[in-house]
Nanobody
Framework: QVQLVESGGGLVQAGGSLRLSCEAS????????MAWFRQAPEKDREIVAT????YFANFAEGRFTVSEDNAKGTTYLQMNSLKPEDTAVYYC??????????????????WGRGTQVTVSS
């Protein structure tokens, strides 16, 4: 069982930045693939980015980056140039690593509780 805990969310003005952290209960280089998702009110959960910067959603390209500290088991989502439409609960997710790329929420087994990001205009 892997526990994931997100932190770093909050209220920020449009154009600002936030860095989210996801701390895993094990080292992430021990066979885990990480990803970030988000869910806005009354919308489906959607992929933001996967670990190792393998995939970014269109809305995240050029504004968001992912980094990982495998020794600490921590994954980061750096979000710049935030927009009001980025307001959502952001979730960290993990699954056993394979050679395939997974972007659907149903592909991930472990989830954090999420952290709220609110961007004011």
């Amino acid at each position: 069982q892997v526990q994931l805990v997100e932190s770093g969310g909050g209220l920020v003005q449009a154009g600002g930045s936030l860095r989210l952290s996801c701390e895993a209960s094990i080292r992430t280089d021990r066979g885990l693939s990480m990803a970030w998702f988000r869910q806005a009110p009354e919308k489906d959960r959607e992929i933001v980015a996967t670990g190792s910067q393998a995939y970014f959603a269109n809305f995240a390209e050029g504004r968001f980056t992912v980094s990982e500290d495998n020794a600490k088991g921590t994954t980061y989502l750096q979000m710049n140039s935030l927009k009001p439409e980025d307001t959502a609960v952001y979730y960290c997710a993990a699954r056993p690593r394979t050679s395939s790329l997974f972007t659907l929420p149903s592909s991930y087994i472990y989830w954090g509780r999420g952290t709220q990001v609110t961007v004011s205009s």
